[in-house]
């Protein structure tokens, strides 16, 4: 089945750097890539919505110059937390939708636990 | 807009009993739905879904879902538990219209199955 390979599972980083997180997809092109952020015991919010070769739509609230997100390819999109501060910890998590007639069978990404120090 | 109440944050329930996780939706729309399941640290693994046809739809290790669209429900159950069943369930929605329609998910229900 669908694959997405999601880098890194887990990073540490200090405040004020910035931190790159890769999905790709394995064995299908992605021509839209859902990123999702889930705090402690929280439910999976929305961030934005990347689309190969267009700019990223963000969900109301999310700042779109912290979380910069690029969908290089049909098979890589990024997402880049700008001067990360303790409250951007989280869990991140990207989704591509599925190719199927529906187009609804989403694979998930691994998710990356980000803790900022 | 859609949204989802997942009223149980969470069930214990002894191995070997039934469960049901409930979930509940609201949309102005016709919708599909959807059940994951989440391991500590990991993604989603998708249990089951509705589309359309037949409302009892089941997932390939027990589990199973019934589209209510009266009481605008799609709650989980299984009849007997094991304890690798302990995780955390999220119930999910999305627009049934075509093109790529983001996942509107509830606030999860952690099962924890206990000997």
């Known amino acids: 089945g669908a694959v997405v390979s999601q880098h890194p599972s887990w990073v540490i980083c200090k405040s004020g750097t910035s931190v790159k997180i890769e999905c790709r997809s394995l064995?299908?092109?992605?021509?839209?890539m859902f990123w999702y952020r889930q705090f402690p015991k929280q439910s999976l919010m929305l961030m934005a919505t990347?689309?190969?070769?267009?700019?990223?739509?963000?969900e109301q609230g999310v700042e779109k110059d912290k979380f910069l997100i690029n969908h290089a390819s049909l098979t890589l999109s990024t997402l880049t937390v700008t001067s990360a501060h303790p409250e951007d910890s989280s869990f991140y998590i990207c989704?591509?939708?599925?190719?199927?007639?529906?187009?609804?069978?989403?694979?998930f990404g691994s998710g990356t636990r980000l803790t900022v120090v | 807009a859609q949204s989802v109440t997942q009223l149980d944050s969470q069930v214990p329930v002894f191995e070997e009993a039934p469960v049901e996780l409930r979930c509940n939706y609201s949309?102005?729309?016709?919708?599909?739905l959807f059940w994951y399941v989440q391991y500590p640290n990991q993604g989603l693994q998708l249990l089951l879904k509705?589309?359309?046809?037949?409302?009892l739809v089941e997932s390939i290790n027990g589990f199973e879902a019934e589209f209510n669209k009266s009481q605008t429900s799609f709650h989980l159950r299984k009849p007997s538990v094991h304890i690798s069943d302990t995780a955390e369930y999220f119930c999910?929605?999305?627009?049934?219209?075509?093109?790529?329609?983001?996942?509107?998910f509830g606030t999860g229900t952690r099962l924890l199955v206990s000997p």
């Open positions: 989704s591509a939708p599925g190719t199927g007639i529906f187009m609804v069978d989403y694979t």
């Open positions: 509705y589309l359309s046809g037949s409302t």
């Open positions: 064995d299908f092109q992605a021509t839209t």
């Open positions: 949309s102005s729309v016709s919708v599909y």
């Open positions: 999910a929605v999305s627009d049934s219209n075509t093109g790529f329609q983001k996942l509107v």
């Open positions: 990347s689309n190969e070769g267009s700019k990223a739509t963000y």
